[in-house]
């Protein structure tokens, strides 16, 4: 996700947009603990996961129904409702594959990933097998790494909430 911010903000420079009012447009979220509160409970899920060596899908598709519910309530903000769109997708994608997110190794390859297909660090993905919502997973190859369609739909819409609430500079 990093790189569709830096997109967002390089964008928003060429197009002479002032982006310290993107911290204005804060202002306009409804229930931002709802998001903030996902995420840190998403790290939180992680760290638990590394120590315990488990998984808890029915943890991370909990969180994931949060953060939804919190994003529909600001879709009258720009980009948002992309963003919900994919994290959607996602959720999906997890929740058909038993907590996990699959990764297609040929796109891995593709993208110029030169690690293990999967990690044993990496406790969030599984390789892609034989499954009919294949398109869900992550098998799109960028720049060392491999998204999903709900990651460029987030993606997406990141960039069209720092394009929509960075004003034009004077």
């Known amino acids: 996700m990093i790189y569709f911010i830096l997109a967002g903000i ?3 420079i060429i197009l002479k947009r002032n982006l310290l009012t ?7 979220f409804r ?3 709802l998001l903030i509160g996902t995420f840190a409970f ?3 899920i992680y760290w638990l996961v590394y120590q315990t060596g488990r998984d808890y899908p029915i943890l991370l598709e909990l ?3 949060i953060m939804i519910v919190g994003l529909w309530m600001n879709r009258h903000l720009p980009g948002i409702i ?3 769109v994919g994290a959607v997708l996602n959720l999906l994608a997890i929740s058909i594959h038993g907590g996990l997110m699959p990764v297609s190794v040929k796109a891995l390859m593709m993208s110029g ?3 293990s297909p999967i990690d044993a660090d990496n406790p969030r993905h599984q390789l892609m097998n034989t499954s009919h919502f294949w398109w869900l997973g992550d098998w799109i190859p960028f720049i060392r790494h491999v ?3 709900g990651d460029v739909l987030v993606g997406f819409g990141l960039i069209r909430f720092l394009l929509g609430t960075a004003s034009k500079r004077e």
């Open 10 to 12: 390089l964008l928003c």
């Open 22 to 28: 993107i911290v204005d447009s804060f202002a306009a």
């Open 31 to 33: 229930m931002p603990y």
């Open 42 to 44: 998403q790290i939180f």
């Open 63 to 65: 969180s994931f129904v």
């Open 82 to 84: 992309f963003i919900c």
């Open 113 to 115: 990933y030169n690690g």
């Open 147 to 149: 998204i999903s369609t």
